[in-house]
């Protein structure tokens, strides 16, 4: 039996259930979810603090915990989102774990893994293309070339493509348009939201393209596109099958980015996983900040999810960073630090208790953290009332997450997690939403909508569609809109400076501060790293 048919047959799966790519990954068929549950199906939601340079581990934890759980005879699985070619030649690298706690084949997953990014980015250009072909031969409904919002996606950061001008070979009206990574595409987003092939149909058919010249809104259905484009995304709509280093199952699907999307897995590949496994791991991007409010409010809201816990990820490092040291400073021990970044930490654990859910602190321990540190942090935790551990599954795999999951076990023990609180009601305005996220989640004080997002605010209630969630679009490394200020700000506004409608989503945008939509390669990129030596790819994941 290969090592992913073991994986498999943890989850009550046979070779015949999987759709093989090559010998090491797998489709999974959406016609398991037909078949009787055999798992209970336990939610945990793994979120972090506020991300720094020095990077907090996540997506490592999440592994270290599904086989720390495994190691203590539990049935646990991984519900993750699959990495973008985005981070992985950028900043970040791989997106499949760390150390003795990582997804594998690694560098399969990073790279293409089953080609489910690039069907979502020919789904979206072919979309892009039908708009123009509409455009060029003046067909109906006519759109008006200077109201056209859908753009192109690409899964490389390339920050010169974030706005172009088409047409100018001739053919077709030349116009100003750009292009957004692929975790940021709303097929993306919808993909990661469809509960089933005609939820995603419909999904697609509903996405606004633009507006004709009475500025009624012309949509991918309204140009016959989204047939072919679910044909494109056939393959994609299974979750793919992969196993950590210790040989557990882990089902990898979507993969929007939390600081310019909503930054979950597919609900698919969540019920999936709930279908078939006791304990389901999953995570959320960047911090609870980002990628936990909209698994709350976008992703269980719209799935009927209910997370029985929710671990939060910090590292000593980070800590010091937001206690005010600066990179080079943080290898050296510094209580004080400690002390002065636990602010930034107990925001997020105030934001989990807030929406209902069950917080716990899990420490990402490096080798060099000094004990002294460690304890520090469990004081400050168990000051603020909640559980801390500290985990060693970087360096020992499962073995170092066990105390980890005996305490998550306990945690959740056998009464159910009370209901979710969500911070708004979906009929109430746009901008209470808006507020009510930025105050409870963040701590502004005030939120601003800068000229064109009180226009495009109008254009949203004129089309019926104020009862949408809100998906914030903001900086990662700062609870504020402004990327350099860390800790815990106080006394600041969050500045809203576009809306955008993603209505085959089923939400709104809401962009913020100075980010934008397609990321660009820094002065030295991981992408220099890369290479092909012998036959094997080094320098990622």
């Known amino acids: 039996m290969s090592k992913l048919h073991d994986a498999a047959a943890q989850l009550g799966l046979g070779p015949e259930d999987l759709i093989p790519y090559g010998h090491d990954l797998a489709k999974l068929p959406r016609s398991i979810l037909d078949r009787p549950a055999t798992g209970e199906g336990k939610l945990v939601l793994v979120s972090a603090m506020t991300p720094t340079p020095a990077g907090e581990g996540k997506t490592t934890t999440s592994i270290g915990l599904v086989q720390g759980l495994t190691r203590i005879g539990e049935r646990a699985c991984a519900a993750l989102r699959e990495p973008s070619l985005g981070p992985c030649f950028g900043i970040k690298g791989g997106g499949t774990g760390g150390g003795k706690s990582m997804l594998e084949p690694s560098v399969k997953i990073n790279l293409h893994c089953t080609g489910d990014l690039h069907a979502i980015t020919a789904a979206h250009n072919l979309l892009s293309a039908i708009v123009d072909k509409h455009l060029h031969f003046q067909q109906e409904p006519r759109i008006d070339a200077r109201r056209v919002v859908w753009k192109r996606a690409l899964d490389v950061n390339d920050r010169s493509l974030r706005g172009v001008l088409v047409g100018t070979g001739g053919e077709g009206q030349i116009r100003e348009t750009g292009f957004d990574i692929t975790a940021a595409s709303e097929v993306m987003a919808a993909l990661c939201l469809a509960e089933s092939v005609d939820d995603m149909r419909e999904r697609l058919a509903r996405i606004i393209v633009a507006f004709d010249e009475e500025k009624n809104p012309v949509t991918a259905g309204d140009l016959k596109a989204s047939g072919a484009m679910l044909a494109l995304l056939a393959d994609a709509m299974n979750p793919n099958l992969v196993r950590t280093t210790e040989g557990a199952p882990a089902i990898l699907h979507g993969g929007p980015f939390a600081n310019i999307a909503h930054g979950c897995n597919s609900v698919t590949a969540t019920r999936m996983a709930l279908h078939l496994s006791d304990w389901v791991i999953t995570e959320a991007g960047f911090g609870f900040d980002l990628g936990a409010e909209k698994f709350v409010h976008v992703k269980c809201r719209m799935a009927g999810l209910q997370p ?39 925001k997020h654990v105030e934001s989990a208790r807030a929406m209902g859910l069950r917080p716990m602190v899990a420490i990402n321990r490096r080798f060099d953290d000094a004990d002294e540190e460690i304890a520090e942090v469990i004081r400050l935790c168990e000051e603020f009332g909640v559980r801390c551990v500290a985990s060693d599954h970087f360096a020992r795999g499962g073995a170092g997450a066990e105390d980890l999951a005996r305490a998550l076990v306990e945690l959740v023990g056998s009464e159910p997690a009370p209901p979710l609180r969500y911070l708004y009601e979906l009929d109430a305005p746009l901008q209470e939403k808006v507020a009510a996220v930025a105050r409870t989640v963040y701590g502004a004080s005030e939120v601003r909508f800068e000229g064109k997002a009180l226009l495009q605010l109008g254009r949203i209630k004129r089309l019926g569609l104020e009862g949408l969630p809100v998906c914030m679009s903001k900086t990662q490394s700062s609870l504020s809109d402004d990327s350099k200020r860390r800790g815990r700000p106080e006394g600041f506004t969050i500045t809203v400076r576009e809306l955008e409608i993603a209505a085959g989503a089923g939400f709104i945008v809401a962009l913020t501060g100075k980010l934008v939509r397609m990321p660009g390669l820094g002065r030295r990129p991981q992408s220099e790293e890369v290479d092909l030596i012998d036959g094997e790819i080094v320098g990622i994941g």
């Open 308 to 346: 029985q816990a929710c671990v939060i990820v910090a590292t000593v490092r980070a800590l010091k960073y937001h206690g005010g040291l600066e990179l080079k400073q943080l290898p050296e021990p510094n209580v004080g630090a400690i002390a002065g970044g636990f602010p930034n930490l107990a």
